[in-house]
């Protein structure tokens, strides 16, 4: 007789039992974070963290990933606050199928945490987005021929999630200003998540420019799509690694990527800092309700859509919107 596999829902109560016994003086987390490859965390934690190898949770493969590395999990404090934070990830072009991509963040959820930063990197597809760029996801397209809620139902509240509010505007409008008060400027951008770990061919580019995709690349959307249809509050981060431009093709390669993520991972890393115990304080005020996008001070980069192309306004047509603006 065959012998039932777990479900994901088990995996992540499983593993949820196996943080709390192996972090030693567990509290929970008021942040999940996962960071993709050659992002460096020096100066996260206040103190030097514990960590937890990710192949030791129940369901997940062992052995290195693509980039050679082996993901971990990192428990510790960052402005007394205690995160869980995964350095490193599984990617679905690995071939271990989507679980392994999303139990760490079921697992966090199952921990009781529902606040969830993800950070990645990816290709820009602008030639006003350069390399080194951060950004952050106001919207993304599903790439892939599969969804991480696909067989999951008996996980979700209900088995139609809205995915247009996936992404926080709390979490994203108190990051967004911390980062600009450390001197980094964090673009709005559209995410496509690709199958494969190839980089897209120029005719891929154009197709995913017509999308409405500014950055393209292979995670973010499979940990995006399951924490919030978990009920997670959600911001995702690219960083533009690479570019491809419109007119001419470019060399793209693996180094060049990790090489920026790794130049541009300080800056980041100092905003994180400033943005987490705002982001806890504003939601207690908030009892969960994420308000509104505020206003200027939230950098103005938040607020005008750099994709909108403005016309220059008429003398008639300025005295028309004058006219009918309410007194």
């Known amino acids: 007789m065959t012998q039932r596999r777990p479900s994901l829902a088990e995996y992540a109560q499983r593993n949820a039992a196996l943080l709390r016994e192996h972090f030693g003086a567990w509290r929970e987390?008021?942040?999940?974070i996962q960071f993709g490859a050659g992002f460096?965390?020096?100066g996260l934690f206040d103190q030097p963290p514990h960590d937890l190898p990710l192949h030791r949770l129940d369901g997940m493969p062992d052995g290195l990933t693509p980039d050679l590395n082996s993901p971990e999990l990192l428990y510790g404090c960052c402005q007394d606050l205690p995160i869980l934070v995964a350095r490193g990830h599984r990617h679905l072009y690995e071939g271990h199928g989507v679980h392994p991509c999303v139990?760490?963040?079921?697992?966090?959820?199952?921990l009781g945490v529902h606040r969830h930063?993800?950070?990645d990197s990816?290709?820009?597809?602008r030639n006003d987005i350069k390399p080194g760029s951060w950004t952050v996801l106001t919207d993304f397209i599903n790439g892939h021929h599969l969804s991480p809620l696909d067989g999951q139902h008996d996980l979700l509240t209900t088995p139609f999630p809205d995915m247009n509010s996936a992404l926080s505007q709390l979490q994203n409008s108190e990051i967004v200003n911390a980062l600009?008060?450390?001197g980094v400027d964090v673009r709005h951008c559209v995410f496509l998540s690709q199958p494969g770990s190839q980089f897209c061919t120029m005719a891929e580019a154009a197709m995913a420019r017509q999308s409405g995709a500014d950055l393209i690349g292979h995670d973010l959307v499979m940990e995006i799509i399951m924490a919030h249809a978990m009920g997670?509050?959600?911001s995702a981060f690219a960083l533009a690694a690479l570019q491809l431009p419109e007119a001419t093709p470019a060399a793209l390669r693996r180094d060049a990527v990790l090489s920026t993520c790794q130049f541009a991972s300080p800056d980041f890393i100092r905003g994180l800092r400033l943005a987490i115990p705002e982001i806890v304080k504003v939601h207690h005020a908030s009892n969960s309700a994420p308000p509104p996008l505020p206003e200027p001070?939230?950098?103005?980069?938040?607020?005008?859509d750099y994709r909108r192309i403005k016309e220059p306004r008429s003398p008639l047509r300025s005295r028309l919107i004058r006219k009918n603006q309410p007194e």
């Open 122 to 125: 990816a290709l820009s597809l």
């Open 117 to 119: 930063i993800l950070v």
């Open 103 to 110: 139990l760490p963040a079921l697992t966090a959820i199952a």
């Open 40 to 42: 460096v965390l020096d």
């Open 29 to 32: 987390p008021a942040f999940f």
């Open 297 to 304: 001070n939230a950098d103005d980069v938040l607020h005008e």
């Open 180 to 182: 600009h008060g450390v």
């Open 232 to 234: 997670a509050m959600v």
